[in-house]
């Protein structure tokens, strides 16, 4: 399964909100569907799994959301430290990822 | 509190075998539901799932490198190895274990990484 994410930067200041989509090659179950947040220099960081839920420690700025072939990321009002590159996943066959997100300061 | 951190070459000649590993802190091999898996990033680009091993010795792998990979375990060490054959400068990347949490279908705990370079 390819997955899509667009746009491939998004340029915003501080307090604004992110709107990051993901879209599948084909039906993913929402179950199977996450969102990881990677910093320079990071590992990446679950944030949103099963398409909605947060993470441990994901703060409720950050939310999940769509099914079958159509998923969103929403950060309602960007904090300087959510400035970073967002990666969506599916688990529903072997695991993908999409190519990602760059989020960054206008 | 779960830790994981790998270890292996930082630089490997093309064509030979690469052999990493991943050892566990705070989270044991032999309980039930767990699972690691390999994960790699190539520099500026996306990760890209390669294998995974569970508790029960379940082994799993991308179908694109399936040929070269062969995870392992050793409970007596708590580690996961990843051994991949014939590597090539296409194989440059920082290569992460990862906790593959049953329940929620995603890698929820992550290692720092380790930068294997595959140059002559």
């Known amino acids: 399964i390819v997955l899509t994410q667009s746009p491939g930067t998004l340029s915003l200041s501080p307090g604004e909100r992110a709107t990051l989509s993901c879209r599948a090659s084909?039906?993913?179950?929402?179950?199977?569907l996450a969102w990881y947040q990677q910093k320079p220099g990071q590992a990446p960081r679950l944030l949103i799994y099963?398409?909605?839920s947060r993470a441990t420690g994901t703060p409720d700025r950050f939310s999940g959301s769509g099914s079958g072939t159509d998923f969103t990321l929403t950060i309602s009002r960007l904090e300087p430290e959510d400035f970073a590159v967002y990666y969506c996943?599916?688990?529903?066959?072997?695991?993908?990822f999409g190519q990602g997100t760059k989020v960054e300061i206008k | 509190q779960v830790t994981l951190k790998e270890s292996g070459p930082a630089l490997v000649q093309p064509t030979q075998t690469l052999t990493l590993t991943c050892t566990l802190s705070g989270l044991s091999l032999t309980s039930s539901g767990v699972r690691l898996s390999w994960i790699r990033q190539p520099p500026g680009k996306a990760p890209e799932w390669l294998a995974r091993?569970?508790?029960?010795?379940?082994?799993f792998y991308s179908k694109s490198l399936k040929t070269r990979l062969t995870i392992s375990k050793d409970t007596s060490k708590n580690q996961v190895v990843l051994t991949m054959t014939n590597v090539d400068p296409v194989d440059t990347a920082t290569y992460y274990c990862a906790r593959d949490d049953r329940l929620t279908d995603a890698f929820d705990v992550w290692g720092q990484g380790t930068i294997v370079t595959v140059s002559s």
């Open positions: 996943q599916q688990y529903a066959s072997s695991p993908t």
């Open positions: 084909q039906s993913v179950s929402s179950s199977y």
């Open positions: 091993i569970g508790w029960d010795d379940d082994k």
């Open positions: 099963g398409a909605s």
